[in-house]
């Protein structure tokens, strides 16, 4: 059972939920040598490693809006994303392990090495993976499949899995934290650093460590545009996963959003979304001395840059700091790996014909 079920048993009879990951994911801290006096401690939270065959942060809302699908009766679900997408990528992963067909209406992104083996891995699970040239096209491919009709066979997962019902994946992070504290596995972080993208992760982990009484202050690296990362939309996600959950177990309390515990950093997002940064890519190799983990450079690496940067600015000086991996750690299965891209519809094979992005590990 995961915390937030055993800390509010109701929710576990009320909301719709499939275990896919493996809960709590560990915390590891960084040798005091990699951060001398910069800060009292730097630590990491594992989530890269919560399932197999695919890590990373989305699992933990995956685990609720399939659940959410099998129980409408839907053969499949449908959802949006850049051709690399991470989440589109999870989605067809956890989608087909429960039975249920994916289709992944995916829009251009600049070219990197990981756009290929997401495409691949994603094929490889089984998704129909439909090529839209802009984000208004992708709506339209919705609608000309009937995916929007009521009561249609394919349940809508939002893009980044970011709606109330998702987000309550990542309340329980931040109550999984909160417990990680109780129990003496961690120090309570003075600031948490995570990337900011679609908000679903960082609303949740906001909502979660309030209901748990864990006073940490959310360091949030924005990684997207500025329409998709806003205040307005974070609050939405906020109060509207607070209401679901009071609903389903009034116990769960109706916090204000305490707007003086969240910081957005808007200066390491660089050109663009999924455009590397050299702080951002710098940052992958400061990653793997300090915890010998491995980022990428679209939202982990720009994250820790964030981090880096205020451990050298001194801003974290007698504190401890937290960083959330939210990327996956789990090797690419060798099947998907020796997948033929030609597999793929013709729209996608440009990943692998044209040259990367400069910064690139493999351009």
């Known amino acids: ?8 048993p109701r929710l576990a009879d009320t909301l719709p939920w499939r275990p896919l990951g493996s809960w709590p994911t560990p915390v590891q801290r960084a040798d005091p040598g990699f951060h001398g006096e910069s800060c009292a401690g730097l630590w990491l939270k594992r989530d890269d490693r919560c399932a197999e065959p695919y890590g990373g942060n989305k699992v933990r809302k995956l685990e609720f809006l399939l659940a959410d699908a099998l129980e409408q009766g839907c053969r499949g679900v449908f959802t949006f994303g850049v051709a690399g997408s991470n989440h589109a990528l999870a989605t067809a992963v956890y989608a087909g392990a429960l039975g249920l067909e994916a289709r992944l209406l995916l829009t251009p992104q600049s070219n990197s090495s990981f756009v290929g083996r997401n495409l691949r891995m994603g094929r490889w699970a089984g998704a129909r993976q439909v090529h839209c040239p802009t984000e208004a096209a992708a709506r339209s491919a919705a609608r000309a499949l009937g995916l929007h009709r009521p009561q249609a066979d394919y349940y809508r997962v939002p893009g980044g899995g970011s709606s109330p019902l998702g987000v309550a994946g990542f309340v329980n992070a931040g109550v999984e934290l909160a417990a990680q504290v109780r129990a003496g596995l961690l120090p309570r972080p003075d600031a948490l650093y995570v990337a900011l993208g679609t908000m679903g992760t ?9 209901a748990a009484g864990l006073q940490t202050r959310l360091v949030l690296v924005r990684v997207v545009r500025e329409d998709i990362a806003s205040p307005e939309r974070f609050r939405a996600l906020y109060h509207g996963a607070a209401r679901l959950l009071h609903r389903a177990d009034p116990r769960f309390p109706l916090l204000p959003l305490e707007r003086g515990r969240i910081e957005v950093r808007h ?9 590397f940064t050299a702080a951002g890519m710098a940052a992958l190799g400061e990653a793997r001395a300090a915890f010998g983990i491995g980022l990428e450079g679209t939202y982990t690496g720009k994250a820790f840059a964030a981090l880096l940067a205020d451990l050298r600015a001194g801003r974290l000086a007698g504190q401890h700091a937290l960083f959330w991996n939210t990327y996956n750690g789990q090797p690419m299965p060798a099947a998907a790996r020796a997948l033929d891209y030609h597999a793929l519809p013709t729209p996608f094979h440009r990943y692998f014909e044209t040259p990367y992005q400069p910064l690139d590990p493999e351009a």
Do not use: K, T, V
């Open 202 to 210: 960082a609303a949740g982990l906001a909502l979660g460590l309030a």
């Open 1 to 8: 059972m995961i915390e937030l079920f055993a800390r509010y």
């Open 267 to 275: 200066e390491f997002i660089g050109p663009g979304y999924a455009r």
